[in-house]
């Protein structure tokens, strides 16, 4: 049996639900490099990438165009992230990053890419029907992980009220596709959120505006 063929195999089966080894390895990776990106650690990016893949291998195994194509959308701004902060003026000697609010121009920058961005990918999905089964969450998903990683790669606090967003979609899709292990990970993912948003929120009332700002656009 090839390595693929293995993730893509069930490992055993919950309540009825088959729970596939690409499923469950790749969201525990998406869960550490959460838990990693909490902690402002730099290992957040390679991790993500690493998730990417298998879970790119999952969803690309079981046809859901737009989910595969999320993964390859982590794996690529994973990369560009690490760069980001590696690069970043004010990055701690942890491997670390200064963290900060998005401006409210920042905000709407954020919001109106990711409105146009659907619109347009739910209209390339609709127009080719082989590339999604559903085009408009499917979509939203692709859109919406791009804006999160990019707000998560600058620092800003809202990436994770953004991939909270994400996966209020992008689980329950997951999970009426065939892939359970995600509605276990949401739970988690929900809570790791709250933690890193308030984690972060303190972290960014003591770095002032002009220095989070210097740090987030090296």
């Known amino acids: 049996m090839s390595a693929l063929s293995w993730l893509n195999s069930e490992a055993f089966t919950v309540f009825d639900q088959h729970i596939v080894w690409s499923d469950m390895i790749g969201n525990t990776m998406g869960l550490i490099a959460l838990a990693l990106g909490w902690r402002r650690s730099i ?11 298998v879970l790119f291998a999952a969803f690309a195994a079981g046809h859901l165009s737009g989910s595969a ?19 970043g003026r004010q990055q701690a000697q942890d ?8 401006t409210w121009k920042e905000r709407g920058a954020l919001l109106g890419a990711a409105a146009l961005g659907t619109a347009a990918v739910t209209g390339l999905f609709t127009l ?3 590339m999604s089964w559903n085009p408009l969450p499917d979509a939203y998903i692709f859109v919406g992980t791009i804006v999160a990683m990019y707000a998560q790669a600058k620092g800003m606090v809202e990436f994770w009220f953004a991939w909270l967003l994400v ?6 899709l997951a999970y009426t596709s ?6 276990f990970v949401y739970v988690v993912y929900g809570a790791l959120v709250v933690w890193g948003a308030y984690d972060w929120y303190q972290r960014s009332r003591t770095t002032t505006p002009a220095t ?5 656009t090296a």
């Open 43 to 53: 290992w957040t990016w390679p991790t993500q990438f690493l998730s990417g893949a």
């Open 69 to 87: 194509g999320k993964q390859v959308v982590v794996m690529l701004v994973a990369a560009w992230g690490w760069l980001q902060w590696t690069r």
């Open 95 to 102: 491997g670390s990053l200064a963290v900060r609010f998005a």
């Open 128 to 130: 080719y029907p082989w």
């Open 167 to 172: 996966d209020a979609v992008g689980v329950p």
């Open 178 to 183: 065939g892939y359970a292990f995600s509605a």
């Open 212 to 216: 989070a700002l210097e740090g987030a």
